[in-house]
Nanobody, 116 residues
Framework: QVQLVESGGGLVQAGGSLRLSCVVSERTFRNYRMGWFRQAPGKEREFVAL????????VYADSVKGRFTISRDNAEKTVSLQMNSLKPEDTAVYYC?????????WGQGTQVTVSS
């Protein structure tokens, strides 16, 4: 069973930075497209960022473009999200996402809270 385990969430002041990491328990990690989604209280889960299997292609939501950076290390089976210039509206539970052979996988989520 594929497991995605996030870490790195926490409380930070507006303007600060956090780095989220997600470790995947799958030896074929390099075949997985990976990404991050988030869900704020009372809102639907929304797309944040996506990275291709090789890491050569990245896509970002307009709301985080220029502030967040997604990256991956296929040797370490890890995907990361560097979040800079955080805003209170970035407060949400952040979920690691993986897709391979038409199947979606999700982590359990990690809370990010940005205080004003």
């Amino acid at each position: 069973q594929v497991q995605l385990v996030e870490s790195g969430g926490g409380l930070v002041q507006a303007g600060g930075s956090l780095r989220l990491s997600c470790v995947v328990s799958e030896r074929t990690f390099r075949n997985y497209r990976m990404g991050w989604f988030r869900q704020a209280p009372g809102k639907e889960r929304e797309f944040v960022a996506l990275i291709s299997t090789s890491g050569g292609i990245t896509v970002y939501a307009d709301s985080v473009k220029g502030r967040f950076t997604i990256s991956r290390d296929n040797a370490e089976k890890t995907v990361s999200l560097q979040m800079n210039s955080l805003k209170p509206e970035d407060t949400a539970v952040y979920y690691c996402y993986g897709r391979e052979s038409g199947v979606d996988y999700w982590g359990q989520g990690t809370q990010v809270t940005v205080s004003s």
